[in-house]
């Protein structure tokens, strides 16, 4: 069992940045992939940005540019600094851990936190 804590979100005008922070605690027993998920009322959950152990990355489109994401390894850690934040970046932030399944013998598995609010206003 996994559990992620969150933290960094706020309120923020309108081409002002934000840092959110996540660390990771529980059996974390093999390599796991750590990023990023936003959700907006009535809207499914988006792919925002995520990074591998090994320091690979990606982005949803709409954040290119202008959300970074990094991990502290060791530390069990993932951070997204978002800069330029525009009003369509409102959400609530997730944390997502997910251990693939890198053998046919085992499974996947995918854990998040709790959720940290984003509102970019002017």
């Known amino acids: 069992q996994v559990q992620l804590v969150e933290s960094g979100g706020g309120l923020v005008q309108p081409g002002g940045s934000l840092t959110l922070s996540c660390t990771a605690s529980?059996?974390?027993?093999?390599?796991?992939?750590m990023g990023w998920y936003r959700q907006s009322p009535g809207k499914e959950r988006e792919f925002v940005a995520a990074?591998?152990?090994?320091?690979?990355?990606n982005y949803a489109d709409s954040v290119k540019g202008r959300f970074t994401i990094s991990r502290d390894v060791a530390k069990n850690s993932v951070y997204l600094r978002m800069n330029s934040l525009q009003p369509e970046d409102t959400a609530v932030y997730h944390c997502n851990l997910r251990i693939p399944a890198y053998t046919v013998e085992q499974t996947e598995y995918n854990y998040w936190g709790q959720g940290t609010q984003v509102t970019v206003v002017s």
């Open positions: 529980g059996s974390i027993l093999r390599p796991a992939v």
């Open positions: 990074m591998t152990n090994r320091g690979a990355s």
